[in-house]
């Protein structure tokens, strides 16, 4: 769900010096890439990583994260002859797929893929990326279930598969062509959205939570129910999405975020009404991007947007509310009749192979599902830069996602999360409070 450009600020600065990614730009990314390909400098762990003495995050003790059951071989980077404009050096695609369409049609979230993955890909498989971008689930279906469209590759929500499944939207995957699915983490995978990911791969996972300037709220929130705080009024910024905040007022009454009972939902519509005074933007393009400003205090965003917002101002923390977070996934899925499959095979096992997913921890830090990505970063010293553009190399990327308890959050708060799930024909009932709440009605 989430989702938003490495360094939106940063962006801004970079194209004024020269005279959008905001998700739908094709700008070069604002910070630099290493000039090679960077290779492994040390052997991958046994096990994927998992954070045993992460520090806790507000109100949540650090525990164990989950860790998967096998490790991928360990993998090194050949660079190849290509070069883009921010002057990274392309890797090699291991393996190389035989692809013969000159271009791929994608839809995507906004802000969500490092420009030097499209780049690279554009220049080593000789494909024109043609993409539409959205800034929400509902956004997204809405779009693609009425159909018209000649996508071949596309970000889909958990919530969203399977419906979208149910409409024949989306091709059944050949296994077969997807090397990279030995990559990920098994926590990741065979998830109820979708089981034996039949018609989905994971791109990246998160958490919504709450973000707090502790600077400007001196005594911060701990719970949902703490952001009706009058006190808060006109301070908040809240991501854009319905079944995420809609499931926030559903917790404080201590309701399932899945109810489709008509009289909770509309006890959840009511309390709703009662938060949106405090809240001054809707925003899931870049919310930290108010947080940053000083716009907003505090507010409801997804995981790497607290990241990145912390990394610019430490006094930016995330708290994970005691009603539980909000859980979520991001996939990659492929559309039923693609005309340019070929290339949304490559495009699969290439923008997510090791030496190009490690650019996620930097650009994106979610909850990266990449097992071979992380191995891959994990006490590499290829120079790269951080979020803020200083100097720093992929293996301190991996230590500051890994000691983060915003990237890498405690097994327990994962475990006490809700997450939405497809609720079927009371997804209209949903859609209604929506409207009725974000139209002051």
Same mark, same amino acid.
């Given at each position: ?25 094709? $700008? *070069? ?5 290493? /000039?090679? %390909? +960077? !290779?492994?400098?040390? &052997?991958? @762990? =046994?096990?994927? #990583? $998992? *954070? ?5 995050? /507000?109100? %949540? +003790? !650090?525990?164990?994260? &989950?860790? @998967? =059951?096998?490790? #991928?071989? *360990? ?9 883009? !404009? ?8 291991? #393996? ?346």
């Amino acid at each position: 769900m989430k989702k938003f450009s490495g360094f939106h600020l940063i962006v801004i600065l970079v194209i004024a010096s020269l005279v959008l990614t905001a998700c739908g730009g094709q $700008a *070069a990314p604002a910070t630099q890439a290493p /000039t090679e %390909a +960077p !290779a492994a400098t040390q &052997p991958p @762990a =046994t096990e994927p #990583p $998992a *954070a045993t003495e992460a520090p806790s995050a /507000t109100g %949540a +003790p !650090a525990t164990e994260a &989950p860790a @998967a =059951t096998t490790a #991928p071989t *360990a993998f090194t980077s050949i660079p190849s002859d290509k070069v883009t !404009a921010s002057g990274y050096t392309c890797p090699e695609p291991q #393996p190389r797929m035989d692809v013969t369409s000159k271009e791929l049609n994608m839809f995507v979230w906004t802000e969500y893929i490092p420009q030097d993955i499209f780049d690279c890909f554009q220049l080593v498989y000789g494909v024109t990326i043609n993409r539409d971008e959205y800034s929400s689930a509902e956004e997204m279906f809405a779009k693609f279930s009425k159909g018209g469209t000649n996508y071949d590759v596309l970000h889909v929500s958990d919530n969203v598969v399977p419906p979208i499944i149910r409409l024949g939207l989306l091709e059944k995957l050949d296994k077969a062509r997807l090397p990279i699915m030995a990559d990920f983490d098994p926590t990741y995978l065979d998830l109820s959205f979708d089981p034996g990911n039949e018609y989905t791969l994971p791109y990246e996972a998160g958490i919504d939570a709450i973000v707090v300037n502790t600077d400007k709220v001196p005594n911060p929130p701990k719970s949902w129910a703490d952001l009706w705080n009058p006190d808060y009024k006109g301070r908040m910024v809240s991501i854009d999405d319905s079944r995420a905040i809609i499931g926030v007022a559903l917790t404080t009454l201590g309701y399932d975020v899945n109810t489709t009972d008509q009289k909770q939902l509309d006890q959840a519509k009511e309390k709703l009404k009662q938060l949106i005074p405090n809240i001054k933007v809707f925003d899931s393009d870049s919310p930290k991007t108010e947080l940053i400003a000083g716009d907003v205090d505090l507010g409801i965003v997804w995981t790497a947007e607290a990241e990145l917002a912390h990394q610019e101002n430490p006094a930016i923390t995330f708290i994970y509310p005691t009603e539980g977070a909000i859980n979520w996934q991001d996939n990659w899925a492929i559309a039923a009749n693609a005309a340019h499959a070929d290339a949304a095979y490559a495009w699969l096992n290439y923008s997510m192979q090791p030496d190009l997913f490690w650019m996620m921890l930097r650009d994106f830090p979610y909850i990266n599902p990449n097992t071979a990505a992380l191995n891959f970063a994990k006490g590499n010293s290829t120079a790269t830069v951080d979020s803020n553009g200083a100097d720093t190399t992929l293996g301190a990327l991996y230590d500051n996602y890994i000691n983060s308890p915003i990237t890498n959050p405690p097994a327990d708060v994962v475990k006490a999360g809700h997450r939405a799930v497809d609720v079927g024909d009371a997804t209209a009932l949903y859609d209604q409070v929506w409207t009725e709440v974000k139209g002051g009605q």
